[in-house]
T-cell receptor
Framework: SAVISQKPSRDICQRGTSLTIQCQVD?????MFWYRQQPGQSLTLIAT?????????ESGFVIDKFPISRPNLTFSTLTVSNMSPEDSSIYLC???????????FGPGTRLLVL | SQKIEQNSEALNIQEGKTATLTCNYT??????LQWYRQDPGRGPVFLLL?????KEKRKERLKVTFDTTLKQSLFHITASQPADSATYLC????????????FGSGTRLSIRP
């Protein structure tokens, strides 16, 4: 398993601003993912964070809105850009270790956009 | 596209009874299926993985079955306890990548003393 931390744990932001969420893992991992969980809903995959290259986005999510960085095998950031109230959600990062299928999740970042 | 359905209504069970949660899927034949537990305000925690060639898997009080003909998985918690109260999510590997998973909507389970 892994210890995964996210910063910030929660934030309240104004419409039109941007927030960068950090995900730190205590060991090197093969794959990192970013999910969104809207109130009362299940998890929706935003993108796969690729080390050293651009993230791979799922349908409905674009790089301009959710730019992602992954400078190394233990760290990634997700930026929520030009926020609107519809972006209010919990954002979660998850990791997979090489050759396995199990995902380990961070504690999440709870975002409220006013 | 892949579709995963779980009991949308909350499940309320008397302590000590067996809780059974259902996960149905369509338009896909997954290589594996996973079950996660999620407590309020926290990320999901992995519980069990079952592969397409396995019919049943157990872990302590948990049992998962996988019927690829019915396209259904059942998740059982025996001798349920109030501490088992949580939302339980099933997830399938995504068609496009074995390392990506797609989650169902989850079933909220409440165990009353």
């Amino acid at each position: 398993s892994a210890v995964i931390s996210q910063k910030p744990s929660r934030d309240i932001c104004q419409r039109g601003t941007s927030l960068t969420i950090q995900c730190q893992v205590d060991s090197q991992v093969t794959m990192m993912f970013w999910y969104r969980q809207q109130p009362g809903q299940s998890l929706t995959l935003i993108a796969t964070a690729n080390q050293g290259s651009e993230a791979t986005y799922e349908s409905g999510f674009v790089i301009d809105k959710f730019p992602i960085s992954r400078p190394n095998l233990t760290f990634s950031t997700l930026t929520v850009s030009n926020m609107s109230p519809e972006d209010s959600s919990i954002y979660l990062c998850s990791v997979v270790f090489g050759g396995r299928e199990t995902q380990y999740f961070g504690p999440g970042t709870r975002l409220l956009v006013l | 596209s892949q579709k995963i359905e779980q009991n949308s209504e909350a499940l309320n069970i008397q302590e000590g009874k067996t809780a059974t949660l259902t996960c149905n899927y369509t338009n896909y034949s997954p290589a594996y299926l996973q079950w996660y537990r999620q407590d309020p305000g926290r990320g999901p925690v992995f519980l069990l993985l079952i592969r397409e060639n396995e019919k049943e898997k157990r872990k302590e009080r948990l049992k998962v079955t996988f019927d690829t003909t019915l396209k259904q998985s059942l998740f059982h918690i025996t001798a349920s306890q109030p501490a088992d109260s949580a939302t339980y999510l099933c997830a399938l590997d995504a068609y496009s990548s074995a390392s990506k998973i797609i989650f169902g909507s989850g079933t909220r389970l409440s165990i009353r003393p």
